[in-house]
């Protein structure tokens, strides 16, 4: 078993080669840049975008470094955190003998996908033939009534089917207090106690048996680790945009995992999901508190797992990082507004980390995560500004010409001078630093006939390289002021919800592509109709930039097409390992989604008609207490039509034993007397 | 409450089982919650509890009262019986294991 500890000592000379190196090229880029911009010393405006770009720069080349070091130790074959020719996911299944619960928060979700999902990952550990060490429990949040019945009569069927009845367990919380870290910190309280580590699911997720078997022995191995997480691959969609997303965090993601877990070493970071956490340490050190003042940058903490990764570090455990545990999964949005929609609430979670960055005693690598989560998302505007500043440079000196002199006295005219050398070095590098890391997974995937196999061969690979490069260039500056928006919004104090995600194949409609997008398109034709009127020149530089707003309609109604996705599949595009040799618990996942495909599934008003979904939900109600006045009129009036009750008076009727049974005596009087 | 409604809420029974189940519970002193509570503590084991809304739930779920009506109230339940009901016995939650759980400083 791999033991990570003993290197976490050699983490701050890692760290230092690659500050090193970040620093070094941003200072060297900037250098460039000032040389092109300053050749006749530099106005106020060039000023600003030198000072966007060094920032800009900086950013790209830490994510650049990283592929290097990833390229670097893929080639190789050394593993990442103990440089050593060994893996976590090799070698027998190990036994175990801590116990681990595995949880899967939801809220609001398709029950079929949750259900199909956790019972594909269930029979998957199960076929290990470690079963025994491991309980599985569904926390809902989930508010719909009609959802929650759902929930509840799927689970049975679940437990039924896996003969999984105390093991398979299922809690639902009458209000989602804390939303999903205060879903899991509720668990925690209640039931941690009784297991040492816990594997949390996203609603959307589906792990390997084996990979979990393997975290959890990890976990034994490894008496310092709190966190593990694992690089959860994206599968499972359609739509051209979700295969065109997959395609390219399959290939280019682990090589990047595989840099960042070599210099994070023991201060890694935590996603949410898909990881295993110790239960003791976690609730040692996680418990998070509300920020003072209002959302949306105060408040519950809504990206919580930067900031649990930071904490669970500040008491003393480390997180690690291991892409090499393939075999875990998770489905991504499947059109661009869906993407858009999710990096909204990623968006205002992660500005709320700038308010954490202070937080006493943190690493300062994990200061560093919070950071670079907030810039994730502050980048977009910073680029927009150095666009806008680089194009506004561009078109004064087209439209005032050269000052020859200056105004006073000149002996001498300050003739124009242009570098192009620096100016086509600079153009290398940045070009290098964004497109090097997508040529190194390419030729490491080509180098491996197994992992070209994967990708559907040489040609196909290639091919579906180039189109996702071109996809990229579009979709990069829409997604450029859709970040640019949700900044200004955030700190203007507008907020959003954490609604559950659309975890279908969503096909968008022209005329909401419209609604999204007609002011993006406006920008992109003024944009490049200035540039072209003024300085024709400078029109191929913002070309694609233009160029992607400008296509921002057809590109998100013809990309959300799950038609558009299988026709590219069937011309060879964007194929990946998990289509070309979907994994074992992706086959169950397929087998339990047709299984469950047409089932039809139960609703409130179900409730009080069906006796066996009535006593189903009684057994689960632990409120007993006698109903007050408006339960009973609740239940009174859902007796004569269920359909007459709002949301949250249903809500409140299923969770109320006393008012339910009311409800449903009275129904059965008002059938007698009918009968009568 | 008539024991026939009240059987109502275990299924339904053939009118002939019903009839049998509705004197059993007349001949009693205890009613039907007193019996199910007895049956329920046969069907749980030794130092196990077996609470009657799951058992209700379970048994309902296997379509007990028309598959199994012989066996509802049995002293000595038939095994094959034992193990569909158990498989279909909703259980929610195992026993409580609190953690604390302090808020930390940020």
């Known amino acids: ?676 | 409450m008539a024991p026939e409604t009240e059987l109502a809420a275990w299924g339904d029974f053939a009118p002939d089982w019903q009839r049998r189940l509705a004197d059993r519970i007349r001949s009693g002193r205890e009613g039907l919650n007193g019996l199910v509570s007895a049956w329920a503590a046969v069907l749980a084991g030794a130092g196990d509890r077996l609470p009657p809304d799951a058992l209700r739930a379970a048994f309902l779920a296997i379509d007990g009262a028309r598959r199994w009506p012989g066996q509802f109230l049995e002293a000595r339940p038939d095994d094959v019986f034992r193990a569909e009901l158990h498989r279909a016995l909703p259980r929610p939650l195992p026993p409580a294991a609190p953690l604390d759980m302090p808020e930390q400083p940020l």
């Open chain 1, 1 to 676: 078993m791999l033991h990570l500890e003993p290197k976490a000592k050699w983490a701050f000379w890692r760290r230092g080669l690659m500050m090193s190196l970040v620093l070094a090229s941003t200072a060297g880029a900037t250098w460039l840049m000032g040389v092109v911009l300053g050749t006749n010393s530099l106005t106020i405006a060039e000023g600003a975008v030198l000072v966007v770009f060094a920032v800009s720069f900086g950013w790209i080349a830490l994510s650049f470094w990283a592929a290097a070091a990833g390229f670097v130790l893929s080639a190789l074959g050394r593993h990442p955190v103990t440089l050593r020719r060994e893996s976590a996911a090799e070698g027998l299944v190990p036994a175990l003998r801590a116990r681990t619960a595995v949880l899967m928060p939801i809220y609001n979700e398709d029950t079929r996908r949750v259900f199909a999902g956790l019972a594909a990952t269930y029979r998957s550990v199960e076929a290990t033939g470690r079963l025994a060490q491991f309980d599985f429990f569904v926390l809902s949040d989930t508010t719909d009534p009609d959802i929650w019945v759902a929930e509840e009569a799927q689970w049975h069927d679940t437990c039924r089917a896996l003969d999984a009845g105390g093991r398979l367990f299922y809690r639902h919380r009458a209000a989602n207090v804390g939303r999903k870290a205060g879903n899991i910190a509720e668990w925690v309280r209640a039931q941690g106690g009784a297991y040492e580590n816990m594997v949390v699911l996203d609603a959307d997720s589906v792990m390997e048996g084996d990979t979990i078997v393997r975290l959890a022995a990890l976990m034994e191995a490894n008496p310092k680790a709190g966190i593990i997480q694992t690089l959860a691959i994206a599968a499972n969609r359609t739509t051209l945009f979700a295969r065109w997303l997959q395609f390219a965090s399959r290939l280019y993601g682990p090589l990047l995992a595989v840099g960042h877990s070599f210099w994070w070493a023991g201060e890694g970071n935590y996603y949410g999901h898909n990881a295993i956490i110790r239960t003791r340490a976690f609730a040692a050190h996680c418990g998070l508190p509300k920020l003072r003042g209002k959302a949306p940058l105060g408040g519950e903490i809504m990206s919580h797992d930067f900031v649990e990764a930071a904490c669970m570090r500040r008491g003393g455990w480390h997180v690690w990082f291991l892409p090499e545990l393939r075999g875990s999964y998770e489905e991504i949005p499947s059109n661009i507004v869906d993407y858009a929609v999710r990096d909204r609430r990623w968006a205002q979670g992660n500005l709320q980390h700038a308010r954490i960055l202070k937080a006493p005693r943190l690493h300062w690598v994990s200061r560093l995560h919070l950071a670079m989560g907030v810039l994730a998302f502050v980048a977009s505007p910073l680029w927009l500004l150095l666009l806008f500043l680089s194009s506004y440079v561009v078109i004064q000196q087209a439209l005032a010409g050269h000052a020859y002199f200056l105004p006073g006295y000149n002996l001498f005219p300050i003739w124009p001078e242009y570098r192009p050398f620096e100016s086509h070095a600079l153009l290398a590098i940045t070009a290098a630093v964004l497109f090097l890391p997508k040529i190194f997974s390419l030729v490491l995937t080509l180098g491996s006939r197994a992992r070209r196999v994967r990708f559907g061969g040489a040609g196909r690979l290639l091919r579906s390289a180039v189109a996702e490069m071109v996809f990229s260039l579009l979709l990069a500056p829409v997604m450029m002021l859709f970040h640019s928006k949700f900044v200004f919004t955030i700190l203007a104090g507008r907020s959003v919800g954490w609604a559950s995600q659309p975890r279908d194949d969503r096909g968008i409609a022209w005329s909401e592509a419209a609604r999204r997008h007609t002011v993006h398109s406006l920008i992109g034709l003024a944009w490049g109709g200035i540039v072209y009127w003024y300085a024709i020149d400078f029109l191929w530089w913002v070309a694609p930039i233009v160029l992607g707003m400008a296509l921002a309609i057809p590109l998100n109604v013809f990309s959300s097409r799950t038609g558009a996705g299988l026709a590219m599949q069937r011309s060879g595009f964007f194929w990946t390992p998990e289509e070309t040799a979907p994994s074992p618990a992706l086959r169950l996942l397929d087998e339990e989604l047709k299984r469950l495909g047409d089932r039809s599934l139960p609703s409130f008003a179900q409730v009080l008609s069906d006796r066996r979904l009535a006593a189903l939900h009684m057994a689960m109600l632990p409120d007993r207490a006698p109903a007050d006045h408006a339960l009973i009129d609740s239940a009174e009036r859902a007796a004569i039509r269920a359909d007459s009750l709002e949301p949250v008076e249903r809500r409140a009727l299923l969770g109320s034993a006393a008012a339910l049974e009311h409800a449903m005596r009275t129904a059965e009087q008002r059938r007698l007397q009918r009968a009568a």
